[in-house]
């Protein structure tokens, strides 16, 4: 490990930069990927006190609780002695309130499930993750780096999306660059992991969250097998929702418990 971080600066983008490379060739190497409309028929439609598709709906409560524990905490003496530098603290703010806007995106997208509730819920997703790459930017490489590459992030995490939208609203869906948003921070973290010192403890409770993400997009893949796994108790995208929000709150409980080294 220290061998690599030991490495020289222009080796290290280089590795950094190279898995991004690649999945940008691969995916343009495909042909525009559309939006399967199947998507949207979930294996829970249940309704319940009148709200449609009741679990998959109301378990979106779940990432605006989680998102307000991580504001609170930000704004609390603890939070504010948490970083090295105050300025830190901004892209997690981002995110976390990018997760409240989750919970409200997925929320409508859910009453009454179709590509134009999608996007909004994708525009809410897309900030949250390039926020939180933003943060372990600036905490790995350098606190400049993290904020001159945090809105460009943004910029990227949220074209992809609004191309997509504007690509199916043409009748030519194109999730190639959202799919490549998706996946390049998730093989880009650990890296940064590998590469940097760490600022703080508790590298591990960041791969934990990639791994809470990763089993929420499994269960999202299972949805109707788990749903008749369970008789019927539980579908697996509601448990995805209960996996997301449960990797945001642990990112929240990764800056309470972490120490500055």
């Known amino acids: 490990m220290n061998n690599w971080r030991n490495a020289d600066p222009r080796v290290k ?3 950094l930069l190279l898995p991004g ?3 940008a060739a691969i995916a343009l190497a495909l042909p525009p990927i559309a939006q399967p409309p199947q998507y949207h028929d979930f294996a829970d439609q249940r ?4 709200l449609p598709n009741c679990l998959d709906t109301a378990s979106n409560v779940l990432f605006v609780l989680a998102g307000v524990i991580g504001l609170i905490f930000l704004f609390a003496p603890a939070g504010r002695r948490a970083f090295v530098d105050a300025r830190e603290a901004w892209p997690y703010a981002l995110f976390f309130f990018a997760a409240i806007l989750i919970g409200f995106g997925s929320g409508y997208y859910h009453l009454a499930p179709d590509n134009a509730g999608l996007l909004w ?3 809410a997703m897309a900030p949250a993750f390039m926020a939180w790459l933003g943060a372990i930017l600036g905490e790995r490489v350098g606190l400049k780096a993290g904020r001159i590459l945090l809105p460009l ?3 990227a995490g949220l074209s992809s999306v609004f191309y997509w939208g504007w690509s199916e609203a043409r009748g030519a869906g194109d999730l190639r ?4 948003m998706q996946v390049y921070p998730m093989l880009l973290i650990p890296l ?8 703080y403890s508790g590298g591990r409770d960041i791969l934990v969250v990639i791994g809470l993400y990763l089993m929420a997009l499994l269960f999202d ?3 109707r097998a788990v749903f008749e796994i369970t008789g019927g108790l539980v579908s697996g995208h509601t448990a995805k929702h209960a996996l997301a929000a449960l990797a945001v709150y642990r990112i929240a409980l990764h800056l309470r418990r972490r120490r500055i080294l």
């Open 13 to 15: 983008v280089l590795i």
């Open 21 to 23: 490379l690649v999945l």
């Open 47 to 50: 309704a319940c006190f009148g």
């Open 121 to 123: 819920d994708r525009a």
């Open 153 to 155: 992030l943004l910029i």
């Open 177 to 180: 660059p959202y799919l490549l």
């Open 192 to 199: 940064l992991l590998m590469l940097y010192p760490p600022r």
């Open 221 to 223: 893949l299972i949805d």
